[in-house]
């Protein structure tokens, strides 16, 4: 690895960093990508889980962005069925904030900005007639439907740099950027690994900056050069509580402040609620919610259910630091989430990534090799939007058929887990149960329903270093195993290094 010269050297293990990996190694470009935690280990497992055209963004006139991001979950819904499915929301309307008239009209836009092949049409409905309006305070008398798609963030992460490695890029986890130069032609990148603190420098003929919320940092204190553009850093925090309804649908409530926020089934058990949009100005990597942000949370929430919620009633938080590109907005709510992605050739290639959104990260890396495929001896054919993630290659990109099969031929698997695997790793549950015919073997049981297998899985395949890494980025059995359970995890990883 040290005498190889590389094409292109990506720092950050993000959706963006992961999903230009996957482009280039797919076009026969030598890629690495490097990341100083896990993968998704920070913005890009924070969201709000949604691949979304962002609705509220047509109120700030960004049609092109959400016309893309809109053809993008089409994208994204078709090609990995296993951690996607569509999900409808539901907008109770109250009168004190936008009229009916603004709402059908945004609604009609957003059903006719890009072509629609798996969601239906959204409508008007009364919610005393509807099962959205079940939990709903009685004040709520019209509600407005319409469609969107849940995914699984961190796990999205993961299957692109599956795939990226796959098709030969190698990538490296708990590994640290110390410092580059552009140096006759090629980047001299340092090394050090995170754990054991060694050091060692990798050559690339061009270098990606996907560094999420340190992209200026990288810039400017480790490749020693001036940030073309500035990030506006935006908190955006979640809280999880015990479900609040036992219905699909999911909830976009309007408030005082112009801020929306959603409620959404998760997990099974669960409703997740957010998000907040406030400026930050720490170190990304220790960004937590504060009490103020939770009380926010179910103050808005307890605007629109009967079911009233506390402080108390959460169960879990997370948070993140969303790297916005900065422009005039007041408002942190009311920053951009489009991209920008700058190529300096003042030396050897260097291509920053700032802004985006989850949604759309398969076009930003498609963006991105368009202007770095010219520079080597590559396919310039755009080839992410037809091909399945790892896991997506089922017929008709159908979990539901998919099921079918999987229950006909693992009938000694208890529903909840095939159903959890299948979610998981799709058509790829298969290599995860290596032809086993029974529970025994499928190794040892660590925890209620995780058995070694998948364990070694995460640790040989999805290069999970950690019991937080699988609990909490693999899967989010974080918070359905108690403290015990989520020990015994961890310290099968501690036992069981690669």
Known sequence: MTDRIYDIAIIGGGINGAGIARDAAGRGLRVILVEQDDLAAHTSSASTKLIHGGLRYLEQFEFMLVRKALQEREVILRNAPHITWPLRFVMPHNSDMRPEWMIRAGLFLYDNLA??????????????????????????????????????????????????????????????????????????????????????????????????????RLLTEKLHTASPYQLRLVKGSHIIVPKLFDHPYAYIFQNPDNRIIFAIPYQREFTLIGTTDIEYHGDPAQVTITADEIQYLCDMTNRYFNPQITPAAVVSTYSGVRPLLEDAANDASSVTRDYLLELDRSGAPLLSVFGGKITTYRKLAEDALEQLAPLFDASDHPWTRDTPLPGGDMLGADIDIFMIGLTQRTPWLPDRLRTRLARAYGARVYRLLDNALSLAELGAEIAPQVYECELRYSRDVEFARSGDDFLWRRSKLGLHLNVEECAAVTQWFEQNKP
């Open 115 to 216: 072509r629609r092949e798996q969601l239906p049409d959204s409508e008007t409905v009364r919610l005393q007639d509807h099962a959205a309006g079940t939990p709903l305070k009685s004040e709520f008398v019209t509600g407005f439907v319409y469609s969107d798609g849940w995914v699984d963030d961190a796990r999205l992460v993961v299957l692109n740099a599956l795939d990226a490695h796959e098709r030969g890029a190698h990538i490296l986890t708990r590994t640290r950027c110390i410092g580059g130069q552009s140096r006759n032609g090629l980047w001299e990148i340092g090394l050090q690994d995170t754990t054991t603190q060694a050091q060692r420098t990798i050559r690339a003929r061009a270098l990606v900056n996907a560094a999420g919320p340190w992209v200026e």
